[in-house]
């Protein structure tokens, strides 16, 4: 159900946010007049040319549309010019009765603060970040009787799987899931289809047939029929998982190799098989590599500027954002940023999203610091608690 925004009190009408008062400027609202150039003058007189979010509400006092600028008059006039860059616009405008906005003193702080508004309103012109929209999903090693690779919406910590992302792109994800069943000779039926394998011993041995065509194309071992032993198809399981851990990559190379074998002896679907999956496994490859560099670079204490003086600081733990806490120049506020982090650092394990809205999150401090490197070398690690402490003192 979606929640509505009462425009009596503006103040309070987005909500709380992970992000401190500190790097926040309060809610302000208008009502937006019909005539074009009406608006544009009050926009120009009201709105700052600062970061932070605006949203759009209609006559129901819903909100129906969320966006982050880094200038947000700029931004703003754009939606009311002559001739808008995107029709969108002109259709939120149309629908508009009010307009809010927040004042954020970086642009990233603004981009996790309108996740959360998306996450919390769902509103109606968000196309993108929406719980109930396609999601992100995680590539699961299911390690039950015989291993396999298959697709999951959450992590589950009561299984013996293996779970990895999340990854951005359900359908290519998809993709490369068959592909790698495929490549490492995995199964991919039903998880309860019994298996029966070929050093299993039996009082009244039968002849089984495979069950499904995959045997006879070559592209799995058949457990169910005693293609294989246990130890070979567990065998064929591990060298997935190495793949996925980024240990051992191998496989793109023989695929490579078998698409040139093909090609030449000029069978060509065969040689185009070989060459999706290597397409899609390179692209989960690389997936997989961002997000292992992720969780190894964002585990440590981001400096963010905030209002009036004060320092906003992103504790990150391996990939995720865990808390952000405020500093003045007061030795108080330097010991509760000093105990935050080893509130942190005595929970060392590997945290995971537990919800749609944390997946979001994660993935916008991944892709933040993929396209902004420079701010990469201003995370201090916990390994050099030294460097933070000298910050905090000059």
């Not at 952000?324 to 005595?346: C, N, R």
Request: net charge positive; glycine share 4%; aromatic share 8%.
């Amino acid at each position: 159900m979606r929640g509505k925004v009462l425009m009596q009190d503006p103040q309070t009408a987005l909500g709380n946010s992970l992000i401190p008062a500190a790097a926040r400027i309060h809610v302000q609202g208008i009502h937006l007049p019909k005539n074009r150039l009406e608006a544009r003058k009050l926009i120009r007189e009201k709105i700052p040319r600062v970061p932070g979010i605006y949203g759009y509400i209609d006559r129901s006092k819903r909100l129906i549309y969320v966006g982050k600028s880094k200038a947000l008059r700029h931004r703003l006039l754009s939606y009311t010019s002559k001739n808008p860059p995107d029709a969108k616009m002109t259709r939120i405008v149309r629908q508009a009765h009010a307009l809010v906005w927040e004042p954020i003193s970086h642009e990233l702080l603004a981009l996790l603060r309108e996740q959360e508004l998306i996450s919390r309103w769902r509103p109606v012109c968000n196309t993108q970040g929406q719980p109930q929209r396609r999601q992100p999903v995680f590539l699961k090693l299911d390690m039950n009787a015989a291993p396999f690779a298959t697709h999951a919406r959450r992590v589950s910590h009561d299984t013996p799987h293996h779970f990895f992302g999340p990854i951005a792109g359900s359908k290519e994800v998809s993709h490369a899931i068959v592909s790698l069943n495929y490549a490492f000779r995995l199964r991919d039926c039903h998880s309860k289809t019994p298996m029966n394998y070929g050093n299993q011993l039996e009082l009244f041995p039968e002849l089984r047939s495979p069950m499904c065509i995959r045997a006879e194309l070559g592209t799995c071992t058949a457990p169910c029929a005693g293609g294989c032993t246990q130890n070979e198809y567990e065998s064929q399981a591990q060298a997935a998982l190495a793949f996925l851990e980024g240990k051992d990559l191998s496989i793109l190379i023989q695929l490579q190799e078998n698409m040139f074998e093909a090609s030449q002896k000029k069978a060509f679907e065969r040689a185009a098989i070989y060459r999706n999956q290597f397409d899609h496994l390179s692209w989960l490859s690389r997936r997989l590599e961002m997000l292992r560099k992720a969780r190894k670079d964002l585990h440590g204490v981001f400096p963010i500027p905030g209002f009036n003086h004060q320092t906003v600081w992103a504790i990150f733990q391996r990939g995720t954002i865990q808390r952000m806490v405020a500093t003045t120049e007061t030795q108080d506020s330097h010991d509760q940023l000093l105990h935050q982090i080893q509130v942190a650092l005595m929970d060392d394990q590997q945290p995971v999203p537990k919800s749609t809205h944390e997946i979001y999150m994660q993935l916008i401090l991944m892709a933040w610091f993929r396209k902004h490197r420079e701010d990469r070398h201003r995370i201090i690690s916990f390994d050099d608690l030294e460097t933070l402490e000298k910050h905090l003192a000059s």
